[in-house]
């Protein structure tokens, strides 16, 4: 067994919850980072040996102490959990801003907790990796400014090279690809519509010029990360198990489900009533996506085959169709 400590935040979540499974399985010593150690959902996670700690990311002494003796981290931050919380639509009303906008400033700053605290164990830490995404705003030259849930994370990631170039000397970085299971936010952005005649209906993406990144956190995350570690520091890699078009994707969906799918290409629409903050996020996003690809065509970013990630273990797009439920869809 390993005597090397890896700390994990989000361990219950889908990316941390990878990484802390795989890491467990492999002999290292978790400690999983969480808001609710005892929760009795976390069973399965103490019967495989990992250690949960509670500690808050807007709280940056018990960031200081989760990481004591760590050797490596794995950091992720979520923009989605503020744009769903209705403290954050109230500072939005109360500040002028759009609620992204407050999400954004929330990220960053538990971000930068995250980074200070890291900074603090340079004495133990060997690895420190952040699951980010790549810059729009750089990328597109200022073109693409909505698409903040991408930016915010290239943010923290200047702040780590510019406050702390000593512990940005020991990063490497995991841009997480498109999520399978993004049909699961019962947007037509994401997934098919389902009409009155059972038939479905997909806002096509037939014009993009790049493929998407498929992942599935829950099984992929941890084989990239166990990668990064073992690659040299300073190392981006794109989180996909499989890159494909969009259209195909669900194209090979409708094939496997028997259903009828008719594509159409009239760029983003979505339903009467959806706010204006959402609208502009998911249009920049899907511009910038069909437009300069998930890495704004970064030249620095790795496949996982070119890094080592053990190909044979991510997911399987095929498998993943047949099995996955698609309730609330189908």
């Given at each position: 067994m390993s005597s090397k400590l890896i700390v994990v935040i989000g361990a219950t979540g889908g990316q941390g919850g990878?990484?802390?499974r795989l890491f467990a399985k492999d002999g290292w010593r978790v400690r999983g980072i969480t808001r609710n150690p005892d929760k009795p959902s976390n069973a399965a996670l103490r019967e495989l040996g990992i250690e949960l700690v509670a500690a808050d990311l807007d709280n940056p002494e018990s960031l200081v102490k989760?990481?004591?003796?760590?050797?490596?981290i794995f950091a992720v931050t979520d923009f989605w959990q503020f744009v769903m919380d209705p403290a954050v639509h109230a500072a939005a009303a109360q500040?002028?801003?759009?609620?992204?906008?407050?999400?954004?400033?929330r990220e960053v700053e538990q971000g930068r907790n995250i980074v200070n605290a890291a900074a603090k164990h340079l004495s133990t830490l060997e690895r420190f990796v952040f699951s980010s995404l790549s810059d729009t705003k750089k990328w597109t030259k200022g073109r693409i400014v909505w698409n903040l849930h991408f930016d915010d994370k290239a943010v923290i990631l200047d702040y780590l090279h510019d406050k702390h170039p000593a512990l940005a000397a020991k990063s490497s970085f995991l841009q997480m690809g498109m999520y399978m299971s993004n049909y699961r936010m019962q947007s037509p952005v994401f997934s098919p519509v389902k009409q009155a005649d059972g038939t479905f209906t997909l806002q096509g993406r037939g014009s993009a010029a790049h493929l998407a990144p498929l992942v599935d956190p829950q099984n992929d995350t941890g084989y990239?990360?166990?990668?990064?570690?073992a690659a040299d520091a300073g190392t981006t890699v794109l989180g996909t198990c499989k890159e494909?078009?969009?259209?195909?994707?669900w194209r090979h969906w409708a094939e496997i489900k028997g259903v009828e799918l008719k594509i159409e290409n009239v760029g983003v629409k979505l339903p009467e009533g959806t706010?204006?903050?959402m609208r502009l996020e998911m249009e920049a996003t899907v511009e910038y996506c069909s437009e300069y690809g998930w890495t704004g065509g970064d030249s620095d970013v790795k496949r996982p085959e070119e890094i080592g990630v053990e190909m044979g273990k991510l997911t399987d797009v095929e498998t993943w169709l047949r099995e996955e439920k698609f309730e609330g869809l189908l």
């Open positions: 990878s990484v802390a989760a990481f004591e003796g760590a050797n490596a500040t002028g801003k759009m609620p992204n906008e407050v999400a954004f400033d990239f990360v166990k990668a990064l570690i494909m078009a969009y259209d195909d994707f706010p204006e903050w």
